[in-house]
């Protein structure tokens, strides 16, 4: 008889595993702990990087396009006026923040 955890040969009249403490014939759920997930950007540093250089924060979260397209609009919008350059500016900070860390 073996555990069914650990693989670890059992006595025929164990009610546990010596090796990994699990019980033997339990109806128990076996949880499974996972490592938790690697972040692949982080919010801030793309925040950061979009304050000083609009869409660039896009570009280092792996989003060149989206961040090209920024980069287009802000550099327009200063080119029209202060004052829309400066909104879409501060969109491209928040767009560059938001967003889910654990998928590119």
């Not at 924060?57 to 989206?66: L, V």
């Not at 080119?79 to 969109?91: R, Y």
């Amino acid at each position: 008889m073996h555990c069914t955890i650990c693989g670890n040969t059992l006595t025929a009249n164990s009610n546990f595993c010596a090796k990994c403490g699990s019980s033997i014939g339990s109806d128990r759920p076996v949880v499974v702990v996972q490592p938790p997930p690697e972040r692949l950007w982080h919010p801030g540093i793309a925040a950061v990087l979009s304050f000083f250089f609009p869409a660039v924060g896009q570009i280092y979260r792996g989003k060149i396009f989206r961040g090209l397209l920024w980069m287009a609009a802000v550099a327009v919008g200063y080119w029209l006026l202060i004052v829309p350059g400066l909104i879409l500016h501060l969109l491209c900070i928040i767009a560059a923040y938001t967003g889910n860390p654990y998928k590119r």
